[in-house]
């Protein structure tokens, strides 16, 4: 049979509950927000939010400098728009089904320029919620992913083999590294091979595999853009 000593600790413990889950309803979010936001930025990713208006609610570091080349998206008055009417055309029609649930992808090309586009619900067709989409770009060169450099320093990579490692990120063939770094292609093969004995991969393409799959890591010294760190004109507040 329960006691009174027992009883009291119940009621007590109960209580205890409730004032910590009252505690945690009323600390302010705005320290999570920053917080969010800045991990945002940290991702080697151009990420947008957009709300059901159309408006841009938040644009990462890399987004707001892709937008702000203008190269191939640009932003004014707080909607998302391609360099010309034929890319915005197809922008707002991506972004109309993506509203809807439904998941689209764009390649866009402007002259020499391209960038891919990935349009993701961020809300389910069965909630009440005002439908919210999450845009995101493609990486425009595996290259500049700090985690490759602290992969070739974690290999105990040369210089000259992490030259070569991030020549083959490009693109380009043992010809080309050779005559890139005035070297004789069997001196581009030893390389190779020595990249491949320390990184435990088998083949190229196996090391590809592995540099493509590092975590996407900003650079610590970030590209410069028109728009400052965490702009809040495209946050609501």
Excluded: W
């Amino acid at each position: 049979m329960e006691t009174t000593a027992q009883r009291h600790l119940m009621d007590r413990t109960t209580s205890d509950l409730y004032f910590h889950a009252e505690r945690t309803q009323s600390v302010p979010d705005s320290l999570g927000q920053d917080l969010l936001l800045r991990v945002l930025d940290e991702v080697d990713y151009g990420l947008l939010v957009i709300d059901s208006q159309g408006h841009i609610r938040h644009a990462n570091h890399l987004a707001r400098h892709e937008m702000s080349t203008g190269r191939v998206i640009v932003t004014h008055s707080r909607s998302l728009l391609g360099r010309n009417t034929e890319l915005t055309t197809q922008i707002q029609s991506a972004l109309e089904h993506a509203l809807r649930g439904q998941r689209r992808l764009l390649q866009l090309k402007q002259g020499e320029h391209e960038l891919s586009l990935a349009f993701v619900p961020l809300s389910h067709p069965l909630e009440f919620d005002a439908p919210t989409v999450l845009v995101l770009l493609s990486r425009k060169n595996a290259c500049d992913n700090l985690a490759l450099r602290m992969f070739a320093r974690s290999q105990n990579l040369s210089p000259s083999e992490e030259a070569v490692l991030l020549a083959l990120c490009r693109g380009a063939s043992i010809p080309e590294i050779a005559s890139d770094h005035k070297v004789a292609e069997s001196t581009v093969r030893s390389q190779i091979k020595a990249l491949r004995e320390k990184t435990g991969c088998g083949s190229i393409r196996a090391l590809m595999q592995k540099v493509h799959s590092l975590p996407p890591m900003v650079p610590a010294l970030r590209v410069i853009s028109a728009m400052p760190h965490n702009a809040m004109e495209f946050a609501q507040p």
